[in-house]
């Protein structure tokens, strides 16, 4: 044991600033919440210990949990194919060989850094707002567009938008995938005369399946946490009538709000489980759809 | 099955020439081979006649017709890539069938196309294997299964050898050798490796920087290289070159090299007074010979049939000598090293041949 320290104290030295950071601000929240969500907690007196009351109430009394999870999951459905298919559209686009392709990627990649910050969202509710810009176009073609975001049936829809704006990252992901299937595959094709249409399902995609997995588990997770840009656009309440009390939200009220730092716990928790089931599901489902290269049988 | 035409076919990426003007009649039911060093063009050309690449100037024709803007599928030919280029995610049956289906082919017919391919190439037990699963003798085979399933009217083999080892190289060489003799289809195949080209082709063209620097047999290309670029191309252990100055006599020219006695030479159509003169390391003996010099032996590499013997001539030039495996001869030996003057090849300044005036042909 003196030997091991002996030896590997160096290496433990550089580690330290990351093992603080993790053992405290990362793994210690973490088992703090998981024992808080056991408990009322106000912030304010001691956690009390109430078991799985939370979780109980959470399931059969809190409408506004299952109207959080109605619309966290109809994001989550709408906005990940959108922002894939997008995403995998426009690398195709750049793929075809551009030559200023680093200015464009660059371009692209742009509204992902900015589509997580408080400025877009602001930018996004001017856009939607019943005289914003969107519905000036609109009516510049004799449309009179909804309020689109003060109208609960569409509000979302706006969101889903937006998320369909930020491609950028799994772009870049799709185009370094792109690259790496052979040229002389569509080249065989070529010669074997098929079809573009039959190209792209028939090779692109299965041999993109990989990047096609990673993504959709990245890109769905991310969708699960969305906050920021709901909170903004939604004055941080969810509204119009709780059409954006997106599940992040929700937590974020009853924790900062009103101070149920036990029952956000809990919250926080489920979404972890949430999260989890799903990635699951991706990776097991994963081996019907997707193909490795170097997979061994 | 068809021939193939080149009619001044220049190909340009911008300012970059890749190929000029290049002329090139290949025959029905012939095996051409496309040899020359790295960039010499030789994979551009095999790509604008497959229709991967455009034709920046002149006319490819098949079969009498003009196919510069016909696209690749239409031109009724199958290629052969060096990467095999197969589809990763299919078994070897859907890899062979794939292309098939893209045409109006019956799936009977399909079937029938694909077993006998996997007949031929004798790859029926691999069918439901996927490529990662196949060596890469196998890969190769699949390829091939999968150009031959088209019945084209041309293939297409672009360096398809270069990714296989040494003796898997051999072995596939003699196999498409019978199969080329099984469909008598024209065929057109690029490689660098001149051995390759040598074994399996009705006729070789030589390229270098865009250009035919020869168009001929193997044994054409081998005993009358036009040009001291073929000398040195074709032909492994590499031909021997020495550079020479002539004096014309009354009777006959004679020929002064460094390291070696002065001997006389047939008349040459030239006035030229610098030559270069090849002799291959298999028409050089130790020992005797019309002409002979004396040197020292650098090094002897056993190779087992054959030893070859790198002899230093006085003058520091150093020959190849092929000598039999069971040679005597020691590193630091002296020695004396001879070749016939009918083994000699001729080259001006300017690198091309030059043939000795026959004395027949004085006479009149």
């Known amino acids: ?297 | 099955m068809a021939g193939l035409t080149v009619r001044n076919v220049g190909k340009r990426y911008g300012a970059l020439s890749i190929i000029q003007g290049l002329n090139l009649d290949i025959h029905d039911g012939e095996f051409l081979v496309l040899v020359g060093p790295s960039g010499c063009g030789k994979s551009t050309l095999l790509r604008m006649i497959a229709g991967l690449e455009d034709i920046s100037e002149g006319t490819i024709s098949i079969g009498g017709k003009v196919v510069n803007d016909l696209p690749a599928s239409k031109r009724e030919l199958s290629m052969v890539f060096q990467s095999y280029a197969l589809y990763p995610h299919m078994s070897v049956r859907k890899n062979l069938a794939f292309g098939l289906q893209n045409f109006k082919v019956s799936s009977a017919e399909v079937e029938r196309r694909v077993a006998e391919a996997a007949r031929i190439l004798q790859i029926e037990q691999l069918m439901d294997r996927k490529p990662r699963q196949l060596s890469g003798g196998q890969k190769q085979r699949v390829a091939i299964g999968r150009a031959i399933v088209r019945e084209p009217q041309l293939f297409l083999f672009d360096e398809p050898l270069s990714n296989l080892d040494a003796e898997l190289r051999v072995q596939m060489r003699a196999e498409l050798a019978s199969l080329y003799a099984r469909l008598g289809t024209t065929m057109i195949y690029v490689t660098h490796d001149q051995v390759e080209a040598m074994t399996m082709a009705s006729r070789i063209v030589v390229l270098r920087g865009g250009k035919i620097e020869q168009l001929g047999t193997p044994q054409e290309l081998y005993t009358r290289p036009q040009n001291l670029f073929v000398a040195g191309f074709i032909g492994s252990p590499k031909i021997n070159m020495l550079q020479a100055r002539t004096t014309r006599g009354s009777d006959g020219s004679v020929v002064s090299v460094a390291g070696m006695p002065d001997f006389a030479i047939p008349d040459l159509p030239t006035d030229d007074q610098a030559l270069t003169l090849c002799v291959r390391p298999s028409s050089l003996r130790v020992g005797n010979g019309e002409v002979k010099g004396d040197g020292t032996i650098r090094l002897v590499e056993y190779l087992g049939s054959e030893t070859l013997l790198h002899i230093a001539l006085s003058s520091g030039q150093v020959l190849l000598v092929s000598d039999n495996g069971r040679t005597p001869y020691r590193m630091g030996d002296p020695v004396t090293i001879g070749f016939d003057l009918p083994d000699l090849h001729y080259f001006d300044s300017t690198g091309q041949r030059i043939e000795p005036i026959q004395k027949e042909s004085q006479a009149q």
């Open chain 1, 1 to 297: 044991m003196k030997r091991f320290f002996a030896r590997n104290a160096p290496a433990y030295v550089f580690l330290l600033p990351w093992l603080i950071g993790f053992f405290l601000l990362a793994l210690g929240p973490i088992l703090a919440s998981l024992y808080l969500s056991f408990t009322r907690y106000d912030m304010v007196s001691a956690p009390r210990w109430i078991g799985w009351g939370n979780y109980e109430y959470m399931f059969t009394r809190d409408r506004r949990f299952w109207k959080a999870l109605e619309v966290t999951f109809t994001y989550v459905a709408l906005a990940v194919p959108a922002r894939l298919i997008m995403a995998l559209g426009v690398a195709m686009l750049l793929d075809k060989g551009l030559r200023t392709i680093g200015l464009y990627r660059a371009i692209f990649y742009l509204p992902s850094l900015l589509g997580a910050s408080i400025a877009i969202a602001i930018l996004w509710r001017q856009l939607f707002a019943a005289d914003g810009v969107v519905n000036q176009v609109l009516a510049m073609v004799g449309i009179q567009g909804a309020s689109w975001i003060t109208d609960p049936d569409t509000s979302l829809y706006t969101l889903v938008v937006l998320a369909m704006w930020q491609f950028g990252s799994p772009m870049l992901i799709f185009l370094a995938g792109l690259r790496g299937i052979p040229r002389d595959l569509y080249e065989a094709a070529e010669i074997d005369g098929t079809p573009r249409w039959r190209q792209f399902t028939r090779i692109t995609l299965p041999l993109l399946a990989p990047v096609i997995f990673f993504n959709l588990v990245l890109q769905t997770i991310d969708s699960f946490k969305t906050f920021s840009s709901a909170f903004i656009i939604s004055n941080g309440t969810g509204a119009p009538a709780d059409s954006l009390l997106f599940y992040t939200v929700y937590l974020f009220n009853e924790a900062f709000k009103f101070f149920r730092m036990g029952y956000a716990s809990a919250l926080a928790w489920f979404l972890l489980v949430i999260i989890a089931t799903f990635t699951a599901i991706a990776f097991f489902t994963s081996k019907y759809w997707v193909h490795y290269e170097n997979e061994r049988d």
